[in-house]
């Protein structure tokens, strides 16, 4: 997924069901009541903080229709499922960023006495998702342009060294090359490095 590290953390943490919730909050005998905040209706457990709460809902149906369409009530992790099913990453990101504002404004509410609409909430994932989108592309045109040797100068010897990621063997891997102004190699290693 192409978003920011802490939406990442975040969609983890709420996959393994470690948001803080009242639900959760309870679980660990913090505290008693669990009721939403919002509605005062239903407990609030991930799903219903994140989508099914009465005041958020329908951004939540205006942007992933397949939620209205069904009348069973899925737990996020299905819902992330389901949208992943569907073949389409941005979409999965767009899920995953509007949860992440949605819990903020939960947040902001609870802890902070301050009530962010849920317009301005999805207003925001939806430019935050741009924008990443934009910086991503633009760190990609920038890399491309710059990745070219340049020669030091006379009389001086020039150490370049990077490393490399395996992402199918989990590994780390380091290199480097040592060059005049000629690009005449003088000394090259690699040392394959520790799994991560």
Sequence with gaps: MNLPNRVKVFAWRVCKNGLLTLQNLRNRKVLEETKCQWCNEEEEDISHALVYCPFIKDYWYNHFSFLKETDVRMDFVQIALTVLSRGNIREIEKLFLMAWDMWYRRNQKLY?????????????????????????????????????????????LKLNIDEALFHDQYRLGVGMVLRDEHEKVIFSASKPGHEV
């Design 112 to 156: 902070e006495d301050n009530v962010l609409s849920p317009e301005q909430v999805v207003d925001h994932a939806l430019s935050l998702h741009q924008e990443h989108k934009t910086n991503a592309e633009e760190q990609k045109k920038g890399m491309k342009a710059c990745c070219c040797w340049l020669p030091p100068p006379t009389g001086v």
